[in-house]
C-alpha cells in the first residue's frame, strides 16, 4: 500500500519530464535526422556580419594601400618641380 501512494504522488517537473519523453518518441528517425542536419547546417553556416566584416577588412586594407602609393608618389612629384628652372 505505501508503494501505489509513493508512486502516484510525483513532482510537476517528474511529470513535465515524462511528457516531453513521451514527444520525442513520436517522432520519426526521419523527422529526428532532418532536424539534427537543418541544427548543424546553421550552426556552421556564414553570416551575414562575418561576411560583411572580411569585405569591409579587404576595403580597408586596399585603401590604405591606395593611399599610401598616393601620398608617396604626389610627394616625388612635388621634389621634381623646381622653381628656380624657369
Known amino acids: 500500500m505505501g508503494r501505489k501512494d509513493a508512486s502516484t504522488a510525483r ?10 519523453g513521451k514527444q520525442d518518441y513520436k517522432k520519426t528517425k526521419p523527422m529526428l535526422r532532418a532536424t539534427r542536419l537543418k541544427a548543424e547546417a546553421k550552426k556552421t553556416a556564414l553570416g551575414v556580419k562575418e561576411v560583411a566584416l572580411v569585405l569591409a577588412a579587404i576595403l580597408v586594407f586596399l585603401l590604405a594601400f591606395y593611399a599610401f602609393f598616393y601620398l608617396n608618389i604626389s610627394n616625388e612629384v612635388d621634389l621634381d618641380l623646381d622653381p628656380d628652372e624657369n
Open 11 to 20: 513532482t510537476p517537473v517528474d511529470q513535465y519530464r515524462k511528457q516531453i
